[in-house]
DNA sequence: GCCTTGTGCAACCGTTAGGTTGCATGATCG
DNA sequence: CGATCATGCAACCTAACGGTTGCACAAGGC
């Protein structure tokens, strides 16, 4: 019956994903790895306005929800994005718009007859 | 040169947006909206384990968000969803796997010559 | 071996989020 | 008018968030 139910969750959920997409310093994190070049730490900390263990803080929320990854090379770390994620996102907004979408249609299709 | 203010947000920023989509209770709000038929603050409170209260402050931060509109009707409130606002935050992050897509696609380039 | 550089770890702090309870208010139905 | 039902408003509480500082540590460069 319930509709909310029929909406398949990627894995972890989709909550922890989103949460970690809504701060604009993590936006803006992604933003700079989405350049494409994996970046350490010290590199993206430098010319930003925050503390590098801030950065650190955000980067694993963001590796918490998958979306992005570290890779060591020597002392360093380097940071990249994992886009398949966002693709996660996507998928489900898409399907509320998409359930919202057949909705409207059932209402309708109600109203005519 | 920074590819990510060439990144156009919607208004108010996506921060708000997708902090709004990053929580479960609100998520489930979303998916019985999503429905189709708008709900009273009551009738989203019963059969919910959190108090009416609760629901209204997930309400207030959704509609803070755009993601939801009320419309009173006689004493009570009715809650819709207002889809568009999805799109917003699904053209945000198309835009960052285009970013990274092509951002790709000029390394390789790159690489081969 | 030393000094430097890139991180990690832990404690601490102010603010906000999510939730509750209690009471006031406004529209509706007898 | 009086009882009732859907909300709003405000205070309060606990836990988490976003940020900082300070120190320890491991890997290179010289």
């Known amino acids: 019956m319930s509709l909310a139910s029929a909406v398949p ?3 972890g959920g989709v909550a922890p994903l989103f949460f ?10 992604i933003g700079r790895l989405g350049e494409g070049k994996p970046l350490s730490i010290a590199e993206l900390a430098s010319g930003s306005a925050i503390t590098r263990q801030a ?3 955000h ?3 963001l590796a918490g929800a998958g979306l992005v990854r570290d890779r060591r090379r020597g002392r360093e770390h380097l940071w990249e994005l ?11 907004l898409a399907q509320i718009s998409r359930q919202w979408d057949e909705a409207l249609d059932r209402l309708q299709q109600f109203v005519e007859r």
Not at 24 to 29: D, F, K, N, S, V
Not at 82 to 92: C, G, S
């Open 9 to 11: 969750r990627p894995a």
């Open 20 to 29: 970690a997409l809504g701060d604009e310093t993590r936006l803006a994190l």
């Open 55 to 57: 950065i650190t803080k």
């Open 59 to 61: 980067l694993n929320v």
């Open 82 to 92: 994992e886009v398949r994620r966002l693709d996660d996102a996507r998928a489900y």
